[in-house]
């Protein structure tokens, strides 16, 4: 099919390969404008911009489409001189007003990394895990003007195990999207059948994430605790205070042992077999740990450079 590939992070370019490798003529790729990063602050090319200048395909950066963009006009009349059988979209970060809707031939198909109605919006793989959820999964969707509310083509399954982080999690999910995709548009529109309006019930929303879901609220159950950690492991980091430093927590797990009159955020245990943090109920183990401005470290390592003592507790 002639498609237009819209999307910026690694989840879509897994997406975008899985297209080109399958026979897929693809008109011209969409991703966010080059963004300032690290400490120098260069600008970085998305990883789909990078995986479309690999494969020779041309692309378009417009910062917004909005009706009120002075970037949207062009980048429209260039859809549509394009004429695409369709649109696909998977996790592309911008709004698709219905100017852009409505330019190819069957729509615009979105890659949402969800069992939809549950968890839409920008964040549906850490939203998933922090809230302990058991299973998420992928939707295609015809997009419509509202915020993932379109009927689906097809939904495919995957369990979240407690081991899972997002970056595990994560490329499950882009795995399945990519064949997923493929899989649909292998004869598209498929014959007979139609898209199914979403649940009315049911819907949650995956909002961005803030510098609060980061926070550790060491109140809160162990279980719940550790969901929070995992849902942003490995980036940007789950983050802890202690004597006035910050630090990121990673690799949480449950601890078996028994608890005797711990606060939480208190210190039970902290030499090198690990670092042990009661919680409200219970408490976890912190498998790796890092400072502002330093690398993350396995906890045994950490400790060697971060002397700390049971009892201390963090805020």
């Given at each position: 099919m002639r498609i237009v590939f819209a999307g910026t992070p690694e989840f879509a370019r897994v997406a975008l390969v899985a297209l080109i490798e399958a026979g897929h003529d693809c008109l011209a790729v969409m991703t966010q404008p080059d963004r300032p990063s690290g400490r120098g602050q260069k600008f970085v090319e998305s990883p789909v911009k990078h995986e479309a200048s690999r494969l020779s395909l041309s692309v378009m950066q417009p910062a917004s489409l909005k009706p009120s963009s002075p970037d949207s006009g062009p980048a429209i009349a260039q859809l549509k001189q394009l004429q695409p059988d369709v649109m696909v979209v998977?996790?592309?970060?911008?709004?698709?007003?219905?100017?852009?809707?409505?330019?190819?031939?069957?729509?615009?198909?979105?890659i949402h990394a969800s069992l939809l109605p549950r968890w839409r919006g920008a964040a549906p793989i850490q939203r998933a895990i922090a809230a302990g959820d058991s299973e998420t999964g992928i939707a295609l969707m015809q997009m419509e003007q509202g915020l993932d509310t379109g009927p689906?083509?097809?939904?495919?399954?995957?369990?979240?195990?407690?081991?899972?982080?997002?970056?595990?999690?994560?490329?499950?999910l882009a795995a399945i999207g990519a064949s997923a995709i493929v899989d649909l548009l292998a004869d598209f529109p498929p014959p007979g059948r139609s898209p199914k309006p979403q649940p009315a019930d049911g819907a949650a929303y995956a909002h961005k994430i803030s510098k609060a879901d980061l926070e550790i609220d060491w109140s809160?159950?162990?279980?719940?605790?550790?969901?929070?950690?995992?849902?942003?492991?490995?980036?940007?980091?789950?983050?802890?205070?202690?004597?006035?430093?910050?630090?990121?927590?990673?690799?949480?797990?449950?601890?078996?042992?028994?608890?005797?009159?711990?606060?939480?955020?208190?210190?039970?245990?902290?030499?090198?077999?690990?670092?042990?943090?009661?919680?409200?109920?219970?408490?976890?183990?912190?498998?790796?740990?890092?400072?502002?401005?330093?690398?993350?470290?396995?906890?045994?390592?950490?400790?060697?450079?971060?002397?700390?003592?049971?009892?201390?507790?963090?805020?």
């Open positions: 998977a996790a592309y970060g911008l709004i698709v007003p219905a100017a852009v809707l409505e330019i190819p031939r069957f729509g615009c198909i979105n689906v083509w097809a939904e495919y399954r995957c369990p979240i195990s407690p081991e899972d982080n997002f970056q595990s999690l994560h490329d499950r809160k159950p162990a279980s719940l605790v550790r969901d929070q950690i995992r849902a942003y492991d490995p980036a940007p980091g789950a983050i802890a205070h202690l004597g006035g430093e910050s630090v990121k927590c990673f690799e949480p797990g449950l601890w078996p042992g028994a608890l005797k009159n711990s606060l939480p955020g208190q210190i039970i245990k902290a030499d090198q077999q690990g670092l042990v943090i009661a919680c409200g109920e219970g408490a976890i183990t912190i498998g790796s740990a890092q400072r502002p401005g330093g690398r993350k470290l396995k906890i045994r390592e950490f400790l060697n450079g971060w002397p700390v003592r049971v009892g201390q507790s963090f805020n």
